[in-house]
């Protein structure tokens, strides 16, 4: 009698541990999935803001390559405009002062932008060592604005 006693005790002992096991299993399941659905909630915001950041990179980035179109054709312009003074100066005093000019390519650009004829006259009057600076960058301009 003792024994059966002793084995229901048991039987009953493994069937309240095996319930509470169950609860407990299902509680860190549950906490398992909240934690889950956490992390799916918190990937979709981290998905959507980079593509946020990928737009507003894409917009920083138009933005920038229209900048640097408008300072160039700015440039541009600023050189056409100095070349128009320039082939207005008598040749001599337009090579004095293009000898002067500390950025050879600025004086190259100054010359590219000007009549051909009136380029060379000053190119006559211009520091020999300058020249060769000026022909040297108007190389490379040209090779830039190659088709």
Request: with cysteine; proline share 3%.
């Amino acid at each position: 009698m003792l024994m059966r006693f002793l084995i229901i005790s048991l039987l009953i002992c493994n069937i309240t541990f095996a319930q509470i096991e169950e609860k407990e299993t299902k509680k860190e399941l549950k906490r398992i999935e909240e934690a889950r659905e956490s992390l799916r909630k918190e990937i979709e915001k981290n998905q959507a803001l980079l593509e946020q950041i990928k737009k507003e990179k894409e917009a920083l980035e138009a933005l920038k390559t229209q900048i640097e179109n408008e300072k160039k054709a700015m440039q541009q312009e600023r050189y056409k405009n100095l070349a128009k003074i320039f082939e207005k100066m008598d040749p001599e005093l337009a090579g004095q002062k293009l000898s002067k000019i500390d950025d050879p390519k600025i004086a190259a650009y100054i010359i590219y932008n000007m009549n051909e004829k009136k380029a060379g006259a000053v190119l006559q009057n211009t520091d020999p060592q300058m020249v060769n600076k000026i022909v040297k960058a108007l190389t490379e301009i040209k090779n830039e604005n190659k088709p």
